[in-house]
């Protein structure tokens, strides 16, 4: 038996044991765009750190831009609003600086 039908031969237990059935985006087809994007030489650090949860400190900042949005959005105190408007343009400044700096570096390769 060869090692790929021995292979195949396990994922098959495996389906019919129902140990695939939790998995996320099941039933969904897979997006592999975002992989094919990114650059050859980072897809192999890239998905060692999706794997352990980790992201890059660019995703993270997008995640605090989207809350701050959401929590702008239902807040109806003036001085908070402008409180989390500072908050956020800062934010949103610190993103654009990271980008522009990963523009120019990818410029100087």
């Known amino acids: 038996m060869s090692i790929e ?5 396990i994922i098959k237990q495996a389906q019919e044991r129902g140990e695939f059935d939790n998995l996320k985006g099941k039933g969904k087809p897979l997006d592999l765009s975002a992989y094919f994007e990114t650059p050859e030489e980072l897809r192999m650090a890239y998905s060692v750190l999706k794997n352990a949860e980790m992201v890059s400190a660019e995703v993270e900042l997008l995640r605090e831009i989207s809350a701050l949005k959401e929590r702008l959005a239902s807040t109806y105190d003036e001085s908070l ?13 610190q993103l654009d600086i990271m980008l522009e700096r990963q523009k120019r570096q990818s410029r100087k390769k």
């Open 5 to 9: 039908r021995a292979v195949e031969e």
């Open 81 to 93: 609003r402008r409180k989390i408007k500072r908050i956020l343009a800062e934010k949103q400044l």
